[in-house]
């Protein structure tokens, strides 16, 4: 028997699959396209390689699925595999049609003939856990309370558009075929082998190599900021006890303004490694254009995990933010090889600037 991850090289699933493999015996095969996010070397430091088997390949392979999942007799399937920045979605939604709506819908088929085949104990046991995003409930207003697992899905982004329709893929197949399926919906995480798009890896690197730190608009927009070891902690508990059919909101109650994020991380890196010239990290801070739609705010109510499976996160978000700091002042072969030349001509063209 094993679980089946999909998109297990990227931030989110790196994290889940180094922590499974640190206390499970049962292997995990991860399915990953291997896009620009993910990035097979994170397992050169898995502690017990043999309980991981990478496969490169499309969650919406359904031969390939098919076959994994007979083959390895997996007995849960967590699905992380997305396109998952908002700003990619904007300049080039196609690909996240194709991955987040097109290819779940494959998996999902995959997963029901094999599932609908097997005996039934494992039949019953059978989990398909789906790893979803807060953003689908759209934008919150300043006073309004935060999301609950009954909030009815409004989502503004491409990107948040595409998972909200995996989602709803995910539930009719629950509704309809009765396949048992978990949906969680996290708020924003941080923490080790976050690739250096999303906005705190980003101010991490740009900060440390005297680049702008690009604060879209106002810079007040507000997200709820979750350790992603609290995330995996959560989804672990949720694969183990959750109840098929439901949903289950994950979120750290850390809602924190952008700049709060970019002034305490300049904070962080001002005592930690401070600038040759001795002026602060804030004097690198630089207003740019505003993200078209952008969500002005997202909250996360928890009460749910929190009452019926008992998660509580570890971390809040000063010792959790200063952690990161010292991951990536450590881990700069990592970012060594996770820049390539796709990351310049990235940054080139959302940020407007020559990147050398
Ligand atoms: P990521 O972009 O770091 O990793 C995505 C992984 O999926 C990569 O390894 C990539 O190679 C793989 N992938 C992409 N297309 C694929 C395809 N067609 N077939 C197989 N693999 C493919 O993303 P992440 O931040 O680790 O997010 C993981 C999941 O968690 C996503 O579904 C995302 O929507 C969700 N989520 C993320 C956050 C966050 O803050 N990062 C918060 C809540 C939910
Ligand atoms: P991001 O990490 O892209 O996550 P999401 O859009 O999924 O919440 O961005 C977090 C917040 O930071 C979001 O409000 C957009 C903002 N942001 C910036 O101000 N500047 C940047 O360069 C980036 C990447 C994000």
Known sequence: MAILVTGG???????????????EAEPVVNLD??????????????????????????????ELAADLLARHRVRAVLNFAAESHV?????????????NIVGVFNLLEAVREYWAGLPDAPRAAFR??????????????PEAPAFTETTPYAPNSPYSASKAAADHLVRAYRHTY????????CSNNYGPFQFPEKLVPLLIVNALEGRPLPVYGDGLQRRDWLHVSDHVAALRLVLAAGRPGETYNIGGGQEKANLEVVEGLCDLLDRRRPRPDGRSYRSQVTHVADRPGHDRRYAVNADKIQAEL?????????????????????????????RSGGYRDWISKQYGVAYD
Do not use: C, M
């Open 9 to 23: 090289a990227g931030f989110i699933g790196t994290n889940f699959i180094l922590d499974w493999t640190a206390t």
């Open 128 to 141: 398909f856990l789906q790893v979803s995003t807060d953003e689908v409930f759209g934008a919150l207003t």
């Open 310 to 338: 008992g998660w509580r996160p570890k971390h809040d978000f000063q010792s959790g933010l200063a952690a990161t700091v010292e991951w990536y002042l450590a881990e700069t072969g990592w970012l060594e090889n996770v």
């Open 33 to 62: 396209l291997l896009t620009y996010a993910g990035h097979p070397g994170n397992f050169e430091r898995l502690a017990h390689p043999e309980r991981h088997l990478l496969v490169r390949g499309d969650l919406g392979d359904r």
């Open 178 to 185: 009765d396949l048992p399926t978990l949906t969680t919906n």
């Open 87 to 99: 700003d990619r979605s904007i300049l080039g939604p196609a690909e996240f049609i194709r991955t």
